[in-house]
C-alpha cells in the first residue's frame, strides 16, 4: 500500500494514509509521482517542463579554477559547458570532480587526443584534460559531461572545439574516476595552476 494526497475534482485535496513509508501524490485519482526513502518517480509530467537544473553562469575572466558546489546527492549526469575560455599563458584546460572533503586532484584515468591542424594525444591522472596545451591565445569552447556509472564511480567524456591561430581544432576525450564519497561539487581549472582565466564563461546543467 502507500499513502495518497489525491487532488480531487469532486472531493478537494483527500489524505489516504498507511504505514508503508511511500507516498503518492495524485491528481484526481492518477498518480504523478511517487517518493520513497530511496528518492522520487514521476509518472508524468507537463511538456516544457524541465527536470533539469541549471548553475548560474560564471564569467571565466580570472583566477585559477571556477567550482561549482552543491550538487546534489541523487544527480545522476552532470554537464559542464564552456564558451570562449582562454587563459593567460599556454596552460590547458582540466576538469576536476570534488566530494565534501574538497576538490580531487589525483586518481583520474583519462585519455584524450587532438585533431585539426595536427594530431597529438595524451592521458592525464589529475583531472579530465582537454587539448590544446603549450599554445597561447587559444579560445575553447565545448562540453564535459560527467554520468554516474555506479555508486561514486563516474565517466566523463569531453568534446572541446578550439581556434589557434586562425586555425580549427577539436579535442576529445574520455575516463574516470571512483571517489571516496558523493560528488558534491566540479571545477574547471587551468592544468597548471598558475596560468589564470582571462576570457569567456562556464556553467553547469545537472539531472
Known amino acids: 500500500m502507500t499513502s495518497i494526497i489525491n487532488a480531487s475534482t469532486t472531493a478537494g485535496v483527500v489524505v489516504s494514509p498507511d504505514t508503508s513509508g511511500s507516498l503518492a ?18 509518472s508524468s509530467y507537463s511538456a516544457g517542463t524541465s527536470l533539469i537544473t541549471s548553475g548560474t553562469a560564471q564569467a571565466t575572466t580570472s583566477g585559477t579554477s571556477i567550482t561549482f558546489t552543491g550538487i546534489p546527492s541523487w544527480v545522476k ?15 590547458g584546460l582540466q576538469l576536476q570532480v570534488g566530494t565534501s572533503g574538497g576538490i580531487v586532484s589525483s586518481g583520474y584515468l583519462f585519455y584524450f587526443s ?21 599554445v597561447t591565445n587559444a579560445l575553447r569552447s565545448g562540453t564535459f559531461v560527467l554520468t554516474q556509472l555506479t555508486g561514486n564511480t563516474w565517466v566523463c567524456t569531453e568534446l572541446i572545439g578550439f581556434n589557434y591561430s586562425s586555425n580549427y581544432y577539436t579535442s576529445q576525450g574520455a575516463g574516470s574516476i571512483a571517489l571516496g564519497s558523493a560528488l ?22 545537472y539531472e
Not at 559547458?81 to 593567460?88: A, D, Q
Not at 585533431?115 to 592521458?123: C, V
Open 114 to 134: 587532438q585533431t585539426g591542424g595536427s594530431t597529438d594525444k595524451s592521458t592525464s591522472t589529475s583531472g579530465f584534460a582537454s587539448f590544446p596545451n603549450s
Open 184 to 205: 558534491t561539487q566540479v571545477s574547471l581549472a587551468t592544468t597548471n595552476g598558475t596560468d589564470t582565466f582571462t576570457a569567456g564563461s562556464v556553467n553547469i546543467l
Open 25 to 42: 501524490l495524485q491528481a484526481n485519482g492518477t498518480n504523478i509521482a511517487t517518493v520513497q526513502s530511496t528518492g522520487m518517480t514521476i
Open 77 to 91: 549526469r552532470i554537464t559542464v559547458t564552456i564558451l570562449g575560455v582562454n587563459t593567460s599563458g599556454s596552460s
